[in-house]
């Protein structure tokens, strides 16, 4: 099983082998408090990695606020579809 998470996150015993994805060390976190295994900060597919799961996060919160404000996601997403395919 592959879990995510945040180097910010409290290490927990069943974390397994832990592995930092990032060209850069985090700002405030000690080498002993990262409890890590490895560091992969030379690997195109990390940065890759980085910005998927930033995509996915922003979309989520965008549908969030969405919902939050009573639009919904899937028939303003036909809209901007239906849109597109206009020319509008």
């Known amino acids: 099983m592959l879990k995510i998470k945040r180097i910010y996150d409290s ?4 974390d ?4 930092l994805v990032d060209r850069i060390w985090p700002r405030g976190i000690s080498k002993e408090r990262a409890h ?5 900060k030379e690997n195109r597919s990390v940065e890759l990695a980085a910005q998927m799961v930033r995509a ?3 979309a989520v919160e ?7 404000h ?19």
């Open 56 to 58: 996915r996060s922003q």
């Open 16 to 19: 397994g082998f832990r592995v």
């Open 70 to 88: 009573g639009v919904d996601p899937q028939q303003r997403s036909r809209a901007a579809t239906q849109g597109a395919r206009s020319g509008k």
């Open 62 to 68: 965008r549908i969030r606020r969405e919902i939050s």
């Open 36 to 40: 890590l295994d490895l560091w992969l």
């Open 11 to 14: 290490p927990e015993k069943d």
